[in-house]
């Protein structure tokens, strides 16, 4: 289908950017790369009347650093960026080993972490990573910043908490120090998305674990972390039976998605599946 009428805008500069958006950010829609919305808005599930479109934003926010003790990524930053990024193998490896597994080359290349998150599809694969490694949105507006946690910004499907004048600057989290992470998912056959993934970050001690945070991509409308399962984990031993033992029936309780690829019932099989996958990977680094 041919979307809707808009119109569009191209603006040079963040501040550009965040008056477009304080001046009418009700009826506007940010364009990142585009790979969600224009097919939501092919499809008319969304039908702004203004794209402001971000690309000439990318020089401002497409970076990696490590800055005041916490990993910081800009929302412009693409998928392949991640995957790719020395800094984050050496001091957050969980990031791009989940970013290696989204969809293809052509979509890592051009689909970004902001986006991503903001368009917080149930079965993407960030926001259950960014949840297990506590990370915190940075939220822009012409009034200033304002940080959300992770764990509060997803609150449906495709619904975050960002204000329609808002933009997503920036990721942040300090970085997972002698931690053991691994991302393991399910994916759809056609296009990558999750069917069930599970982000691992899992702290390890004379072959105990000591903490835990999981999160679940897939199950749920939102990305979901439980705390009895890790509470659960602290104390057992890594060997395969201690974890499978602790991980036995948490979802069962979930009310998860069901789709055509898959029933309620799969997909909390599934996830007590990915997260042995995904701890015992983790311990076994
Ligand atoms: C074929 C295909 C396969 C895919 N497979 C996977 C997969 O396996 N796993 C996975 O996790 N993802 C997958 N994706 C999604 C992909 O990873 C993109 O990250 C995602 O589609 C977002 O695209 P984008 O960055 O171009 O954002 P856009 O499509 O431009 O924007 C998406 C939404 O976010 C908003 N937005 C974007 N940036 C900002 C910002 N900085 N501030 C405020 N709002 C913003 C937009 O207004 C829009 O509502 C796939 C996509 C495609 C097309």
Same mark, same amino acid.
């Given at each position: 289908?041919?979307?809707?009428?808009?119109?569009?805008?191209?603006?040079?500069?963040?501040?550009?950017?965040?008056?477009? /958006?304080?001046?009418?950010?009700?009826?506007?829609?940010?364009?990142?790369?585009?790979?969600?919305?224009?097919?939501?808005?092919?499809?008319? /599930?969304?039908?702004?009347?203004?794209?402001?479109?971000?690309?000439?934003?990318?020089?401002?926010?497409?970076?990696?650093?490590?800055?005041?003790?916490?990993?910081?990524?800009?929302?412009?930053?693409?998928?392949?960026?991640?995957?790719?990024?020395?800094?984050?193998?050496?001091?957050?490896?969980?990031?791009?080993?989940?970013? #290696?597994?989204?969809?293809?080359?052509?979509?890592?290349?051009?689909?970004?972490?902001?986006?991503?998150?903001?368009?917080?599809?149930?079965?993407?694969?960030?926001?259950?990573?960014?949840?297990?490694?506590? #990370?915190?949105?940075?939220?822009?507006?012409?009034?200033? &910043?304002?940080?959300?946690?992770?764990?509060?910004?997803?609150?449906?499907? /495709?619904?975050?908490?960002?204000?329609?004048?808002?933009?997503?600057?920036?990721?942040?989290?300090?970085?997972?120090?002698?931690?053991?992470?691994?991302?393991?998912?399910?994916?759809?056959?056609?296009?990558?998305?999750?069917?069930?993934?599970?982000? #691992?970050?899992?702290?390890?001690?004379?072959?105990?674990?000591?903490?835990?945070?999981?999160?679940?991509?897939?199950?749920?409308?939102?990305? /979901?972390?439980?705390?009895?399962?890790?509470?659960?984990?602290?104390?057992?031993?890594?060997?395969?039976?201690?974890? &499978?033992?602790?991980?036995?029936?948490?979802?069962?309780?979930?009310?998860?998605?069901?789709?055509?690829?898959?029933?309620?019932?799969?997909?909390?099989?599934?996830? &007590?599946?990915?997260?042995?996958?995904?701890?015992?990977?983790?311990?076994?680094?």
């Amino acid at each position: 289908m041919i979307p809707s009428a808009f119109d569009y805008y191209n603006p040079a500069s963040l501040d550009e950017a965040l008056q477009m /958006l304080a001046e009418d950010g009700e009826n506007s829609k940010v364009m990142a790369g585009g790979h969600s919305l224009i097919p939501a808005m092919r499809l008319r /599930l969304a039908q702004p009347e203004k794209i402001i479109d971000i690309q000439g934003l990318r020089p401002h926010l497409s970076y990696i650093k490590e800055e005041d003790g916490l990993i910081k990524i800009g929302a412009m930053t693409t998928h392949y960026q991640v995957e790719s990024s020395e800094l984050l193998k050496a001091s957050a490896p969980l990031l791009p080993e989940a970013a #290696a597994v989204i969809g293809d080359v052509q979509v890592r290349n051009w689909g970004t972490v902001g986006g991503s998150l903001v368009h917080a599809d149930p079965s993407s694969d960030l926001p259950s990573v960014m949840l297990a490694l506590d #990370a915190e949105m940075v939220l822009t507006s012409v009034k200033g &910043e304002r940080v959300e946690p992770a764990l509060s910004f997803f609150s449906g499907i /495709l619904q975050t908490t960002i204000e329609p004048d808002e933009l997503l600057t920036e990721i942040r989290f300090k970085a997972p120090a002698g931690k053991k992470t691994s991302y393991k998912k399910l994916p759809n056959k056609a296009s990558h998305y999750s069917v069930v993934g599970c982000a #691992a970050v899992v702290g390890v001690a004379d072959g105990k674990i000591t903490d835990a945070a999981l999160a679940f991509s897939g199950l749920a409308e939102v990305p /979901l972390r439980f705390d009895e399962l890790e509470n659960n984990l602290v104390g057992k031993s890594t060997d395969a039976a201690s974890i &499978e033992e602790a991980c036995k029936g948490f979802a069962s309780g979930v009310d998860a998605l069901e789709d055509l690829h898959g029933s309620q019932d799969y997909r909390r099989a599934m996830a &007590e599946v990915f997260a042995k996958r995904a701890i015992l990977a983790a311990v076994s680094r």
